[in-house]
């Protein structure tokens, strides 16, 4: 029912913001509580996900052999992980400072909330995007606390970034978001233009990225890895077309997981040897 690897698209970005937030390497209590209450999170969120979508997923035969439509798993099961998932999130939130506690109801309502948004916006995409985009923010508060130009730069960066490929991923359920009647950037506007859509978003990603750069006081070790997620992007929009969408996972599930990866590595590394970009 849940994909670990899912987790990590967002798990690098809260660690990036932590990381950003401290300066360099945070207490480990606060790096503990941070990979807890991402873990908790995602967790909950994708059990939640497969409950409100149970019967949709049944109807779908791309999602028709999730545990949920074949009776593997118990609607009880799945009610009581969500609900020990999203506990722990909570939890970890009380364990890392008031502020992280005060905002943990607010991120619950954001991230359960997405699973809601197919039914009635094509917006959903962007919905999904905030709800990965909050977790370097929530790094960010974990490890200082307080709001700050640096964390709302990085998350616009991920809403943008997730959206984009999440457009890309609903282009292989454009028949069936229209015979349902979901909503979904693809069913609406066709795979071309979405994907065009995509593409724009993930350039508006690179720009970001690299926007972050002199307001963090990063330098040539992190502009170098947004180079490499400029290219990563790039490879990935060459995987797939309007009418070649088998390779889709590829793109979906391999780059993606990188692309995060690479953000939280190219962040320690320039923090732990600064070379800077002279003004």
Known sequence: MIKFQHTLFALPFALAGMVLGAGGVPAAGTAFWVVVAMVGARSAAMAFNRIVDREIDARNPRTAGRPLPTGRLSLGFAWGFTLTAASGFIAAAAMLNPLCLALSPVALAVILGYSFTKRFTAASHFVLGLALGI??????????????????????????????????????????????????IPARWGAARALRLAAGLHLLTVGLLA????????????????????????????????????????????????????????????????????P
Do not use: K, M
Request: hydrophobic letters at 60%.
């Open 211 to 278: 926007a972050l750069a002199p307001i963090a006081g990063l330098g040539w070790i992190y502009a170098g890895g947004v180079a490499a997620i400029a290219a990563l992007l790039l490879y990935e929009h060459s995987l797939v077309s309007p009418d070649d969408l088998r390779r889709l996972d590829v793109a979906f599930f391999r780059v993606n997981a990188w692309v995060s990866v690479i953000v939280l590595v190219a962040i320690c590394a320039d923090l732990a040897f600064p070379f800077r970009i002279a």
């Open 135 to 184: 977790a370097p923010l929530g790094g960010w508060l974990a490890a200082r606390g307080s709001f700050a130009a640096p964390p709302l730069l990085l998350t616009a960066a991920v809403l943008s970034w997730t959206a984009g490929f999440d457009i890309l991923y609903a282009c292989q359920d454009i028949a069936f978001d229209r015979r349902e009647r979901l909503f979904s």
